[in-house]
């Protein structure tokens, strides 16, 4: 079943995908829901993390498309959000370093 709750989720984030990106309000506001979670207050604390979360596009992007309504309520979208976060980190982070 949660295949295919993830599965939507995914078709979802495709159609709304080519939708203009998030504001910078918005971006502000769902980093500081994130710090609710362990996960993400522990990647603050990662010089080279916290730097991307402040300063690069990409990443930014990816935090303020995620629902934090869903994001509480759901374990599943919780964990796909921090994979795809975690996955856009070390992107940004390899591609600074080869840079």
């Known amino acids: 079943m949660e295949v295919i709750v993830e599965f939507f989720g995914l078709i ?3 159609f709304f995908m080519f939708g ?3 504001d910078e309000q918005r971006i502000e506001e769902n980093i500081a829901a994130l710090m609710a979670f362990s996960w993400f207050a522990e ?4 010089p080279e993390y916290e730097e991307l979360i402040r300063k690069n596009d990409s990443v ?6 995620m629902r934090m309504k869903r994001m509480k309520n759901s374990t599943v979208y919780e964990e796909r959000k ?3 976060l ?4 070390h ?3 390899v591609a600074k370093t080869q840079a």
């Open 12 to 14: 979802g984030e495709v």
């Open 20 to 22: 203009d990106g998030p």
């Open 43 to 46: 990647l603050r604390k990662n």
């Open 60 to 65: 930014r992007y990816v935090i303020g498309k």
């Open 82 to 84: 921090e994979r795809r």
């Open 86 to 89: 975690m996955k856009e980190l």
């Open 91 to 93: 992107k940004q982070l």
